[in-house]
């Protein structure tokens, strides 16, 4: 080794010794500077640390709640929840959509009480749920998290996940809830569209980027905000499929499927978790200590903030019904491992946390360890130092760049699902009749959590964007317009759809070349999206039926928050394309899409079902799907999706060939190189996703028929070939067993791409 090359190393190690004394000086500074506040706090100041209100109850006018009415701060109120109530965290938005300037006024003011009017100058921690964009005028609104999932694009969540964080630091927030990493196994459940999808691989992938995103290096950033994640766990398979009921998980398959996300999360730095509102196999999540504190705590060595979810402490009385009172409500809680309760509209949390430590049915330093955790996430953040941002600072907020990226993001999540006969893209001279009660509705574009609670007013506060006839409009003077059916101004009932004129639709299709239909749903989230149906409404299925017996060309438009049934019209319809939730680009982004500017590139990020009762996901088990050698002849054995998981069309066509495998056996402690040609060959450059799955052809516990283990996102020149690689290692190929621990055992596997399948052999069992 010459000279220069020893000096280099001697500098490297320089200055990792010097990074490293850095970050262990912050820390420990940080460790001590919360010591040294909990050390002065009284047991009342404590408690409050560990409450979180609505802005509601801080407010005064008319209705805080009517959107309609007027809505200001009341000083003496946030004084009093502050001061005297000593609450450490606020939430929630009230009132009118504000702007920036008009946040940052509302932020100060909390603050300035905080920092100026208590004994210890804790500032106060401020979260929101800016899911896609945050709630303010202007604001950037990217498509919804089942939307980026159906990207397939982890570097597009990031780079949302950023300037979402930038916009809502630019109204002084600093920590949203989100991402949602619930999966989306069951298309009944109303919160479906705020996750990635039914994979827990996918989810795990996209959590991460969304995390890094938000968070950044530094969490202190003035761009950069804490994430949360939620909900944990298991909140996304309710067993009657409608929101906040019991769901029925055994442990094996809560590990296998619903714990890898959070697991990945808190992994990537997560400062956060919220609490799923139900409960599983009885026991309310809010209440298990087995899974806040043995298992996220313990297991994952989350070491940042649980939070409830919504009035989730008192539900344990009024829902689950596993307390008497709010105040053993609170105490089941605490010893579980809550650390904040969003209370959210009253002060008693306090008073019943109180009295349980000064009975001795809570320790205090039980109470010391979440106020702990609070105070340090509050110092990582920056808080005693900014608690409030200028949004003078943030000149890049809902700027043209911003909505660029969200419209690339619309462009590649935005899924072609039919296209018989090559019929798109049409040409922009062809004459179409544009209907349906999504095709001039910027609130279906968005859905939930977009601007309000559920984005019923959205249609006000996008206005300056583009629905999908005015875009198409933009484009093309060829467009006709006619409802049909449409969603009434201001319902917040998402289910509500009204007849217009089918018939004047009808007449209109005469004098066209192809008939656009835009169905699917209004915007909704939570409870009040429950479904009895999962078919699409009465008087949508008129409408398509009427615009289908015209026998013009029908190209179904789907812009839909979770997969509602066509099955009985599909077959008759020329194209299908899948909108998802697109967000205030979604418009522009079909228009390009439509008419052949950008090639189409999103799959499915779920199983789209043929039929209500045949709901199920890719990763079932062999028995769902396997014919009975028992002489019965009635063997109705086959499952019937309308599209399968990772399906999507593009413009071009691309061809799999040689899939190889480094090795045809590997032991437990090998990795295995996976390589595959892939082959644009079609006419025009394209993306598409390659995925690869692997299938444990037995094991102890029933594997499913296959799990994506790996995805890649790959662009390609017409005529271009490229080779992907993968590596596969024991994790890949473990699952959880009997014992609800991690193991990988001997036997056959089948690694899958594309249309190609290899075999290997793993020559020894390992528990992980």
Not at 182 to 188: A, E, Q, T, V
Not at 224 to 245: E, F, M, N, Q, W
Not at 601 to 629: C, E, M, Q, W
Request: hydrophobic letters at 35%; proline letters at 5%; a negative charge.
């Amino acid at each position: 080794m010459n000279k220069l090359k020893i000096a280099a190393v001697f500098l490297f190690v320089a200055i990792s010794i010097g990074l490293y004394s850095a970050n262990g000086n912050k820390t420990n500074i940080e460790n001590e500077k919360v010591e040294k506040l909990l050390a002065q706090m009284t047991l009342e100041e404590k408690v409050g640390q560990m409450t979180q209100v609505t802005l509601e109850v801080v407010s005064k006018g008319d209705s805080p709640f009517n959107m309609k009415k007027p809505w200001a701060l009341d000083q003496e109120k946030v004084k009093d929840i502050i001061i005297n109530h000593h609450v450490g965290s606020v939430l929630n938005t009230a009132g009118e959509v504000r702007t920036p300037k008009e946040w940052y006024e509302v932020i100060k003011s909390i603050q300035d009480i905080a920092i100026n009017n208590t004994r210890l100058k804790i500032p106060v921690l401020y979260g929101i749920d800016a899911i896609h964009g945050m709630y303010s005028a202007g604001a950037t609104m990217f498509p919804q998290e089942i939307s980026m999932a159906a990207s397939w694009n982890p570097e597009l969540v990031r780079k949302s996940s950023e300037v979402i964080a930038y916009e809502t630091k630019a109204c002084g927030i600093p920590w949203t809830f989100n991402p949602t990493l619930d999966l989306g196994i069951d298309p009944r459940w109303p919160r479906m569209w705020e996750a990635y999808g039914e994979d827990p691989y996918l989810q795990s992938v996209m959590g991460v980027a969304s995390v890094k995103g938000y968070e950044g290096g530094d969490v202190s950033h003035p761009n950069h905000v804490a994430s949360c994640l939620k909900h944990y766990i298991g909140y996304g398979a309710p067993k009657s499929g409608k929101d906040r009921t019991p769901a029925w998980i055994p442990e094996t398959f809560l590990r296998e499927y619903f714990l890898p996300p959070f697991e990945a999360a808190v992994k990537a730095g997560a400062k956060s978790v919220m609490v799923n509102s139900g409960e599983i196999n009885g026991m309310p999540v809010h209440a298990s200590k087995k899974l806040l504190t043995d298992i996220l705590r313990g297991e994952l060595g989350f070491e940042g903030v649980i939070v409830t979810d919504w009035f989730d402490i008192n539900n344990l009385v009024e829902r689950h019904h596993i307390a008497a009172t709010q105040k053993e409500a609170a105490k089941l809680a605490i010893l579980a491992g809550i650390d904040m309760s969003m209370v959210p509209y009253d002060v008693e949390f306090t008073k019943n946390v109180i009295e349980l430590v000064k009975e001795g049915e809570i320790s205090e330093e039980r109470i010391n360890e979440s106020v702990r955790r609070i105070l340090q996430m509050k110092i990582e953040l920056g808080l005693f130092e900014n608690p409030y941002t200028d949004y003078k600072n943030y000149p890049e907020y809902g700027k043209e760049k911003h909505h660029q990226l969200a419209k690339v993001s619309a462009h590649e999540s935005i899924t072609l699902l039919k296209n018989e006969k090559d019929i798109l893209p049409l040409k922009k001279d062809a004459k179409i009749l544009v209907t349906g009660p999504n095709a001039n509705s910027m609130r279906s574009l968005n859905g939930g959590w977009t601007y309000t609670w559920q984005g019923e007013y959205t249609n006000k506060h996008a206005a300056n964007h583009n629905t999908i006839v005015e875009a198409l409009k933009a484009q093309s003077n060829s467009i006709l317009f006619e409802e049909g059916v449409r969603y009434p101004e201001g319902n917040p009932d998402y289910r509500a759809d009204e007849i217009v004129d089918i018939q004047k639709a009808v007449k209109a299709a005469k004098n066209v070349d192809y008939i656009v239909l835009c169905l699917g749903e209004n915007s909704y989230t939570e409870k009040p999206g429950d479904l009895d149906d999962l078919t699409l409404s009465a008087n949508q299925l008129a409408l398509a039926n009427a615009m289908i017996a015209t026998k013009k060309p029908v190209i179904l438009v789907l812009n839909e928050g979770r997969p509602r049934i066509i099955s009985s019209f599909e077959d008759k319809v020329k194209a299908v394309v899948q909108l998802y939730l697109p967000g205030n680009e979604g418009g522009n982004a079909f228009a390009d899409i439509l008419y052949g500017k950008v090639n189409p590139s999103g799959k499915l990020p779920y199983t789209y079902p043929r039929y209500v009762n045949d709901l199920i996901p890719y990763y079932h088990k062999f028995s769902a799907s396997t014919a009975h050698n028992d002489g019965n002849i009635n063997n109705n054995h086959e499952i019937k999706a309308q599209y399968a998981f990772g399906y999507g069309l593009s413009y071009t066509t691309f061809k799999y060939e040689d899939l190889a495998l480094s090795e045809t056996t590997i032991s437990t402690d090998d990795e295995l190189e996976v390589s595959i040609k892939v082959t644009n060959t079609g006419q025009r450059e394209g993306k598409e996703v390659v995925h690869l799955y692997t299938t444990d052809v037995v094991a102890s516990l029933s594997p499913s028929v296959k799990r994506l283990r790996k995805f890649e996102k790959i662009n390609l020149k017409a005529g271009e070939t490229t080779t992907v690689k993968f590596t596969i290692n024991k994790n890949d190929l473990s699952f959880i067993g009997h014992d609800n621990k991690p193991v990988v055992e001997a036997g056959e596997f089948i690694i899958s791409c594309g249309n190609l399948q290899q075999k290997f052999q793993l020559s020894d069992t390992k528990q992980l």
